[in-house]
């Protein structure tokens, strides 16, 4: 006997889901916030995460600073917003001192230069980081002499984690010529 073999009956194609709010006419795949590419499908509150030195507690007091002063709800997709909205959230983003959100909250309180409190994000925050490690360098305190030769510097443990870039049980060049440290010498 031949069984007859059923040819399989391909699945028909479902229409593509189409995501909230892009029924709308204004609405933007893309929005920039702060200097960073967001897309338009996400809630405000969420796409204040992608930017650069705002962390989840920083967003949530930034987005109830925006709902405050631009009577913007944290939960709308920010494809919706207008250009002159995604303005004024920057205008507040790049100043959040001055919109109540609490100093402790702030990444550069007391900062050297200025020696005033205040929040920098994005290409700022960079900037001012590299700066911090350069100064700290120039002085060869212990944390910039751990970050000269590429070693840990908050103290964690080196024997096992953070070996990019050298053999296991190899001391760099770079280090022994600098610290003076001998060379080890082999068993007999």
């Known amino acids: 006997m031949v069984k007859k073999v059923e ?13 909230p709010g892009e029924e709308k006419e204004n609405f933007r795949g893309i929005v920039r916030i702060a200097g ?3 897309k338009g ?18 967003a949530v007091s930034a987005s109830k600073a925006i709902e405050r002063e631009l009577k913007i709800d944290p939960n709308i997709p920010v494809g919706e917003l207008t250009e002159k909205q995604v303005e004024d959230i920057d205008k507040i983003l790049f ?11 702030l990444n550069r309180r007391g900062d050297f230069n200025t020696g005033t409190d205040r929040h920098v994000i994005m290409n700022d925050l960079i900037f001012d980081m590299s700066q911090d490690v350069d100064r700290e360098k120039k002085l060869f305190s212990w944390k910039g002499f751990r970050h000269t030769f590429g070693q840990k510097v908050r103290g964690q443990k080196t024997r096992n984690t953070g070996r990019h870039g050298m053999a296991v049980g190899v001391l760099r060049k770079s280090i022994i010529a600098a610290t003076g440290a001998k060379k080890p010498e082999a068993k007999k």
């Open 95 to 105: 100043d959040l001192k001055s919109y109540n959100v609490p100093r402790f909250m």
């Open 36 to 38: 960073k590419d967001v």
């Open 7 to 19: 040819k399989e009956k391909k699945p028909k194609k479902k229409p593509a889901k189409k995501e």
């Open 41 to 58: 499908q996400k809630k405000l509150l969420n796409s204040l995460l992608h930017v650069k030195g705002i962390g989840h507690s920083v």
